[in-house]
């Protein structure tokens, strides 16, 4: 068997076509957040949750689908060095949080 590197690839081997625009295009945005300090992401995703929470209607959607996104670019970016349980982990995640913004949206919950 061959290295793998820490994304889980075949060392050596390069992703292509969508997934490697994916990865240039996210190249910049992901080196700025890990520049910046941990609490600053810890206080964004604690203020998109409580706007999800505690706002009504298109508001806490919109702060839910924004997470959403956020947790969706990053399982979308770490998949192929999942394993089962941590993609089944991250689709539960992404269906629950989209779901309660739809709830929220149409003002269900």
Not at 3 to 14: E, I, K, L, S, Y
Not at 26 to 32: D, G, L, M, R, T
């Amino acid at each position: 068997m061959g290295h793998v590197n820490a994304r889980g690839d075949q060392a050596g081997t390069q992703s292509t076509g969508l997934r490697a625009t994916i990865e240039r295009w996210s190249a910049a945005p992901v080196v700025f957040l890990h520049r910046i300090p941990r609490w600053t992401l810890l206080a964004a995703v604690f203020v998109l949750l409580a706007i999800g929470m505690i706002g009504t209607g298109w508001v806490a959607a919109a702060g839910l689908l924004v997470l959403a996104a956020a947790l969706a670019w990053f399982a979308y970016l770490n998949w192929p060095a999942l394993d089962g349980s941590g993609r089944i982990l991250r689709i539960v995640t992404l269906v629950v949080l989209v779901g309660f913004a739809v709830g929220r949206g149409i003002e269900r919950f």
